[in-house]
């Protein structure tokens, strides 16, 4: 594997399930990411893991939950979602204290909440 | 705090034609500037970078020019494909740290 990769692709979940998406970087970076993107809104920045610190967008909600075990992996885990939580969910790493910091993108998680 | 605004898309373009996408960004001391691009079905990729003024960042046809004096850095390609379809995303990083700040993303739509 090369890259950045995220699983599963697609996930359908009802509101009282409880679900895992994750996330593995192949490419020795130190910061991982998780975004949001939903139709005709801005991409959305939730969680950050800079050097296993966690930065979190306050305005998240709580049903949702990260974890970052290691500079590799990066789980969001969820519980008694909403439907309005329907979008892709983008996970990225980059290499904090670079030059350029770009931001290396995952295919993304396909989430449908019933 | 950090800004960056992108023109409203579509934008929908015959194939062969001439593409601007216009950014221009809100940022304190000398951020490094980005384009971003994600096909259907993909997460964002790096198209190009650049990281101070003047700096022109170029890739797959595409440039974009750092300019510091009027806060921009439009995306420009002289004859677009209809494989270049896609949504476009400029983005800008202060130095010194982690967490950058994206333009709310264009739609290119190249007909044949």
């Known amino acids: ?114 | 705090g950090d800004s960056v605004t992108q023109m409203e898309g579509p934008v929908t373009l015959s194939e062969e034609a001439f593409l601007t996408i216009n950014c221009t960004y809100t940022a304190t001391g000398y951020p490094s500037l980005f384009w971003y691009v994600q096909y259907p079905g993909e997460g964002l990729q790096l198209l190009l970078k650049a990281t101070k003024a003047d700096d022109k960042g170029s890739n797959k046809g595409f440039e974009a020019t750092y300019r510091k004096e009027t806060t921009s850095f439009h995306l420009e390609k002289g004859s677009v494909q209809v494989s270049d379809s896609a949504v476009y995303f400029c983005a800008l990083q202060r130095e010194g740290s982690y967490i950058p700040t994206f333009g709310r993303g264009t739609s290119l739509i190249v007909h044949p």
């Open chain 1, 1 to 114: 594997e090369t890259g950045v990769t995220q699983t599963p692709r697609h996930l359908v979940m009802g509101m009282t399930n409880k679900k895992s998406l994750k996330c593995e970087q192949h490419l020795g970076h130190n910061a991982m990411y998780w975004y949001k993107q939903s139709a005709k809104k801005p991409l959305e920045l939730m969680f950050v893991y800079s050097l296993e610190e966690r930065v979190e967008n306050n305005s998240v909600p709580s049903r949702f939950s990260p974890e970052c075990p290691n500079s590799s992996h990066l789980f969001l885990h969820l519980h008694t979602l909403q439907p309005e939580d329907s979008a892709l969910y983008l996970c990225a790493s980059s290499q904090e204290g670079t030059v350029y910091n770009e931001q290396f993108f995952g295919p993304g998680t396909r989430l449908t909440v019933l």
